[in-house]
């Protein structure tokens, strides 16, 4: 089991960066995919990036490619989500997830995640 809980979230003017953190517990994270999603006030929770553990691919929803940057340090048990150019848009609550590579469905379902970190703020004013 992984516990994960994120920090970094803020208000910022468009145009500015953020660096999300996702700090997890658990003696096997490097043995966990991760993904970062997003859910605005009144949607759905949707995906940002995930990596396939699988090919080493990393995939951005088509809404941040080019700006937010997905990385992962094993040795903190740690994932960053580095956003730059950040537009009113992205005005969400971020969290962080985690599941065992084996689990069945598509690396881009929230409902396919079995471990949530409690989420951080990010405001993004225009």
């Known amino acids: 089991q992984v516990q994960l809980v994120e920090s970094g979230g803020g208000l910022v003017q468009a145009g500015g960066s953020l660096r999300l953190s996702c700090a997890a517990s658990?003696?096997?994270?490097?043995?966990?995919?991760m993904g970062w999603f997003r859910q605005a006030p009144g949607k759905e929770r949707e995906f940002v990036v995930t990596?396939?553990?699988?090919?080493?691919?990393?995939y951005y929803s088509d809404s941040v490619k080019g700006r937010f940057t997905f990385s992962r340090d094993n040795a903190k048990n740690t994932v960053y989500l580095q956003m730059n150019s950040l537009k009113p848009e992205d005005t969400a609550l971020y969290y962080c997830?985690?599941?065992?590579?084996?689990?069945?469905?598509?690396?881009?379902?929230?409902?396919?995640?079995?471990?949530w970190g409690q989420g951080t703020q990010v405001t993004v004013s225009s």
């Open positions: 990596i396939s553990r699988s090919s080493g691919s990393t």
């Open positions: 997830a985690a599941r065992n590579p084996a689990s069945p469905g598509s690396l881009f379902d929230p409902q396919t995640f079995e471990y």
């Open positions: 658990g003696r096997t994270f490097s043995s966990y995919l």
